[in-house]
């Protein structure tokens, strides 16, 4: 187990080995800021704090074994990071929010979950909740649509904008039945609304006796979904709770869930999983049994038919 200042940042590590001659990449990426950014938001509360991070991140990025020729570079180009620091003040706008909004209205919309990301989601307000819903679901990113959609739906139950992108992604994953749940909730509140009344009219119809492979195509999914295989893959978690990341033993997997060992993995969690193929699956999982000391059982929530098809591709089911 090791520090990580921001958990994405993993990935990016991540990529980097996969891509060979990581350092000089990493000095490309350094000298663009692209590393350095990701630390806005502490630079706005405390240079102490920030260096403390970067210190953390160099230390799990020395931690890798590499020649020493390679340490000594990266120990060099950490060096100068104070005066990227104090290059980075002069560049941030007035406030967090501020800088949210021109993400967002410049349809920046990777740049505005970056920055989403670096807070407590408690601390977001609506407005900046509906533009980070928007975001994720514009990248197509379904984890993040019901992070922050749940949020808003936790404060304001019949907020509209939530129920709809919500209803929208379980339609495109082929969950009906969620959908339409969405959809009739906001009926409740605005019955003329006319988007949930097409979704619904959509479901009623494909669902119809004239269109019946969707309900062969959903019972087939569902049906695979649950097909276990033995394996043995390294999976990286992220707490939501902690600056903890973990890596994990998948002992079996299926693309609803898994079987890993692990010394008290968290009850929920992000998680980064790498098949042989090369084709990484990433979401949201959280623990529902023990199975004994060492091993736990995982459940999958909302990932895609895409992903879920990766999963199934990968173990030939």
């Not at 706005?44 to 074994?65: G, H, I, P, R, T």
Request: charge should be positive; charged fraction near 25%.
């Amino acid at each position: 187990m090791f520090l990580a200042p921001a958990p994405h940042l993993l990935q990016y590590f991540d990529i980097l080995e996969q891509e060979g001659n990581a350092v000089q990449k990493f000095r490309k990426d350094l000298k663009a800021q692209g590393i350095v950014t990701a630390f806005i938001d502490l630079i706005q509360s405390s240079d102490a704090e920030c260096l403390k991070a970067l210190e953390s991140l160099k230390s799990w990025f020395l931690s890798v074994d590499r020649p020493s020729s390679q340490k000594e570079i990266v120990h060099r180009e950490f060096s100068g990071l104070s005066k990227v620091i104090d290059q980075l003040k002069r560049l941030q706008p007035s406030t967090p929010f501020e800088s949210l909004s021109g993400a967002y209205k410049a349809k920046n919309y990777e740049r505005l979950l970056e920055l989403v990301e670096l807070k407590d989601i408690s601390s977001l307000n609506i407005e900046e909740l509906e533009m980070a819903s928007d975001a994720a679901y514009a990248s197509k990113n379904a984890n993040q649509v019901m992070k922050y959609c749940r949020e808003l739906i936790y404060r304001n139950p019949s907020h509209s904008r939530a129920l709809i992108l919500m209803g929208a992604l379980y339609f495109q994953q082929e969950s009906f039945e969620k959908s339409a749940q969405c959809f009739r909730k906001l009926l409740e509140k605005q019955p003329q609304n006319q988007i949930a009344r097409d979704y619904l009219q959509k479901m009623r119809r494909d669902f119809s006796s004239s269109k019946p492979s969707v309900v062969k195509r959903s019972s087939s999914r569902a049906r695979r979904r649950w097909r276990r295989k033995p394996v043995n893959h390294s999976m990286m978690c992220n707490s939501f709770d902690s600056l903890f990341a973990q890596d994990v033993r998948v002992r079996s997997l299926s693309a609803g869930g898994c079987l890993i060992q692990a010394d008290s993995p968290p009850k929920e969690f992000n998680f980064s999983l790498m098949l042989q193929n090369k084709q990484p699956v990433r979401g949201y999982a959280r623990l529902i049994y023990q199975k004994d000391q060492k091993h736990w059982g995982v459940k999958f929530e909302h990932l895609s038919p895409r992903e879920e098809d990766l999963i199934n591709l990968h173990l030939a089911v």
